[in-house]
């Protein structure tokens, strides 16, 4: 049961239009921007959240729900804006701010997570009002889609189909790429970390904070480090969990995440074949080689689904990828696959298969099961929550990576190297490469990204910073987090949690006492400090899910 929150009003008034203005001049901007004339986005930090309860029947009635404005394209303050949905649980007691969460994706929307999952945080309201948002195309605020066949992009052909194949999948991306910018409407060109940072920081003044407190997941460690690097005098107590990488490229990442989920699909047919339910049998090795022919099938015969749609092995690749986050999901991932495998039945896993990749394991299940909604053009103000398309959080996840990416080879070159590349994700995973090396190609087509993270991110004159790495993490691995920490520099101390599963905060009692006594008290582990694994969950046929 979540806790009854506090009335009192906590108003707090910046320090004078003169230090605000000083504030915004040059303040977090890429480098080349840095030499010009900054455009005046003082009306944009002159707000103040009216705040009143969230719309929805299902919404818990002590969340409370807001909006702030953040400009379209923030070199032309002028030229459009864009409204962001915001939610918060109050202070319970003395509150010295706000933390704003983000959960990651890149895609997830905050609040429909925070409705669901707040009580993981109700110890942060001891000390502060905890603060979400959707960002800048997802959820609420001016969500992107691909329209009713985004989602059903192409594959990667499994055996080399020469320059005829490569050059109809290059076709088929491009059509994807332009669908996606048909149904977003103007925010597309605009989305993209370095501008939801900087969005960042305009809540921030609007929740009337000196400096930010932010606690933020997978991709949401990604948000945190660029915010870190463009505003570095506003960073306040920042707790980064699942640390996603700064430096490595779109191939080496999508490797290292098809040999996390390979490794985490091990583990749950390890725990699966000693359940008479397992529906791919008892026989440990066998059951390997089951899945891989399950997946392979519905990739030549896909099934219906109750909606008219197809459902693929990839389809099914992406709702393995999701049920395999944590232990806890396991139950239920595995009675979703008994009801494909012996009825035919996609709903359960249709379930875990619309999901995005970098939440926090202790996510809510959404049902996706039925039609996408349509999506609405809107002139930037908030959609409801019922007209957010289906497809909202991989296509923003999509949009976002692209958008965040410099790297664009051309036709010529992906033909050169697709038959290595796909050796190299087949052989990091039988069941995932495939998947990952179709990710890796969705930014074909699609505009070149910023090069300010991989150039800029680096050696932050900031406070502490404290970031998690989970040694068994199945999308975020260890290594990155001391990659990133490294290269962050000395405002950078790592806590090492030698336990399993997509980022630690849901998971292990240790590094949720340790980072809300950080957030909370400004308690600081020292660099090198860790968390044993906790004992597992009792995780059973009966388990919860």
């Known amino acids: 049961m979540l806790a009854t929150l506090s009335t009192r009003l906590l108003v707090r008034r910046c320090a004078g239009a003169s230090a605000l203005a000083v504030a915004l001049l040059g303040a977090g901007l890429p480098a080349t921007a840095a030499d010009r004339p900054q455009p005046d986005l003082t009306r944009f930090y002159h707000q103040r959240p009216a705040w009143a309860a969230c719309p929805g029947a299902d919404m818990p009635e002590d969340l409370e729900c807001a909006k702030v404005t953040v400009p379209l394209d923030y070199a032309r303050p002028g030229a459009g804006t864009l409204d962001l949905a915001l939610a918060r649980y109050r202070a319970t ?26 009580r993981q945080f109700m110890d942060l309201t001891n000390g502060y009002d905890v603060v979400t948002f959707d960002p800048r195309g997802v959820g609420r605020s001016s969500p992107v889609s691909c329209g009713e066949d985004g989602t059903a992009v192409p594959a990667v052909p499994r055996h080399g189909a020469g320059n005829d194949g490569s050059q109809d999948l290059f076709r088929q991306l491009r059509q994807v ?9 103007p925010v597309l060109p605009h989305i993209g970390t370095v501008n939801a940072s900087r969005d ?6 609007a929740l009337g ?20 690097a463009q505003f570095p005098d506003k960073v306040g107590r920042f707790a980064l969990d699942g640390v996603d990488t700064l430096t490595e490229s779109p191939a080496d990442q999508g490797l ?30 066998r059951a390997g080689d089951e899945v891989v022919r399950l997946v392979r099938s519905l990739d030549r015969d896909p099934v219906r689904t109750d909606f008219g749609g197809s459902f693929t092995g990839q389809d099914l690749v992406g709702a393995l990828a999701q049920g395999l986050y944590s232990r806890q ?26 999901g995005g990749t970098g939440l926090p394991h202790g996510r809510r299940l959404t049902d996706r099961t039925g039609p996408p909604a349509a999506p609405r053009h809107t002139d930037g103000g908030l959609v409801d929550a019922a007209d957010v398309p289906a497809d909202n959080l991989p296509a923003a996840l999509m949009a976002i990576n692209c958008a965040d990416d410099p790297d664009r080879p051309d036709a010529a070159r992906l033909t050169r190297e697709m038959s290595t590349l796909r050796a190299a994700y087949d052989h990091a995973s039988p069941i995932f490469g495939r998947y990952r090396l179709t990710q890796l190609l969705l930014c074909y087509g699609r505009p070149r990204g910023t090069d300010f993270i991989r150039e800029r991110v680096k050696n932050v004159p900031t406070a502490k910073m404290l970031l998690v790495g989970t040694r068994g993490d199945p999308a975020t691995p260890y290594r990155w987090t001391v990659e990133t920490a490294r290269r962050l ?15 630690g905060y849901s998971s292990s009692m240790c590094v949720h006492h340790k980072v809300n006594d950080f957030l909370l008290y400004g308690t600081l582990p020292a660099s090198g400090g860790s968390c044993p694994a906790d004992a597992p969950a009792a995780v059973g046929p009966e388990g919860a899910g």
């Not at 000196?210 to 915010?227: E, P």
């Not at 009675?335 to 619309?354: I, K, N, P, Q």
């Open 93 to 118: 007691g003395p509150s010295h701010g706000s933390v704003v969460l983000n959960f990651g994706g890149p895609g997830g929307a905050g609040i429909p997570e925070l409705a669901a999952e707040g």
């Open 177 to 185: 790429a332009e669908e996606c910018a048909r149904n977003s409407g």
């Open 200 to 205: 960042l920081d305009v809540i921030r003044q």
């Open 209 to 228: 904070d000196g400096k930010l407190d932010y606690l933020g997941f997978s991709y949401g460690t990604r948000l945190g480090a660029v915010y870190a």
């Open 256 to 285: 290292a995440g098809a040999e996390g989920q390979q490794q985490a699909l091990d583990d749950f047919l390890d725990w699966c074949t000693t359940d008479v339910g397992c529906p791919f049998g008892q026989d440990r090795r």
């Open 329 to 354: 999901l396991w139950p239920p991932l595995e009675r979703a696959l008994a009801s494909l495998v012996e009825d035919g039945d996609t709903r359960r896993v249709l379930a875990f298969a619309s």
């Open 489 to 503: 520099g000395p405002s950078a101390v790592v806590l090492d949690n030698k336990g399993e599963g997509h980022t």
